[in-house]
């Protein structure tokens, strides 16, 4: 299955909700849940991430919640993280707190359950959004 990819030039305001997985290039501001997100060089999300495996190379303002975190050496993260494994490369920018836990899915709990049902009832595991514009 291809990715969902969020382009440079689009801005979304909403939440993201998909059963694989999404590469951000623009600019989010609302929560993720996914399988697996990117977020390019460019890529921006000021909201909470919920996801399987994250990789980071561009900007986050909130907390994320992930069996398996990447943080790239571009990266610029502000906000908790709670994992079952963090990698952070050289020049990577983290400020927060991180947590390990053995089910990191769960310390979400309500985000979780938002995530479960909202998958189950897409049923096609598209993007769902509250708001879609094109960055001028």
Not at 30 to 58: K, N, P, S
């Amino acid at each position: 299955m291809a990715p969902s990819i969020i382009g440079e030039d689009l801005t979304i305001t909403g939440n993201i909700i998909s059963k694989g997985e999404v590469q951000i290039e623009g600019d989010v501001q609302g929560d993720v849940f996914c399988a697996t997100l990117v977020v390019g060089d460019r890529g921006r999300v000021t909201g909470g991430i919920v996801a399987e495996d994250v990789t980071i190379h561009g900007r986050i303002a909130g907390s994320i919640n992930a069996l398996h975190v990447t943080l790239e050496s571009n990266s610029h993260v502000e906000g908790d993280i709670c994992h079952q494994a963090l990698k952070l490369e050289h020049g990577g920018y983290f400020e927060g707190q991180s947590r390990r836990s053995d089910d990191p899915l769960a310390q979400a709990s309500s985000n979780v359950d938002t995530f479960r049902t909202a998958t189950t009832a897409t049923g096609s595991g598209k993007l769902r959004a509250a708001k879609i514009e094109r960055a001028a």
